[in-house]
């Protein structure tokens, strides 16, 4: 039997308890642009529509959650973190959803209408996250390449992520994830992130998904992947359970330790 199941902690309350509050309920956090903001890269109702996803996923999560008070006061992060503790029945439900509440929350901010159409420096990173880039993938437009190749041939629904590790001396990697699934569970921590899952571009850019994703270069918030790479760093003190999480074994050096 697993952790999950004998835990009194996680059981079910009673029903009578589970109405008393609701403050705990996740809630959707508003877009921080219009709708249209982002047009003409990415238009007003496919915002709409990603929008009403994580309304969606906010909803099915506080569901999930219902009965489970000890989980309640969790953060999305933390509930992917230990889905091993989670209780089996609501295991899947709070992997999607919370999954989907945190990755669009963080889409959001990876993007902004700040650098649209701006100068070409400003749609690039700079300072220590741009350093990193060039160190790790040789130059940025390198990178760039890359990373729009993964997203176009990533197959079926997914994310897209430019992460920095908890270990390793803190590398850049380019991750992608199923589902909904987020690299924090890998140990790395996001710093950049792109939706691929077919509702980001079958409205406007009508399945045409490369297309898509060289729109959404022009609308790339930097400023916010800077800001996160520079976070990143803090993360392991501030959240220890981070600093456990073991990286998955795709590093040479692991390769060779295990072989
Ligand atoms: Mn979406």
Redesign the pocket.
Known sequence: MTKAITDRNLAPSRVSTVLADASWQHKLPPLPYAYAALEPAIDKHTMQH?HA?HRAYVKQLNIALQKYPALQKKSAQWLLLNLDLIPIEIRQSIRINAGGHAN?SL?WRAMSPALKKSSHNDIAPTGELYEAIVREFGSFDFFKTLFSNTAASHFGSGWVWLTRAQEDGGRLELITTEGNDNPLAQGCYPLLVC?V?E??YYLQHKNNRPQYLLDWWDVINWREAERRYAEAKNRVALHPKLARTPRLPLTEEFLRHAA
């Open positions: 990603h996803h669009h889409f939706d899952w509702h980001a």
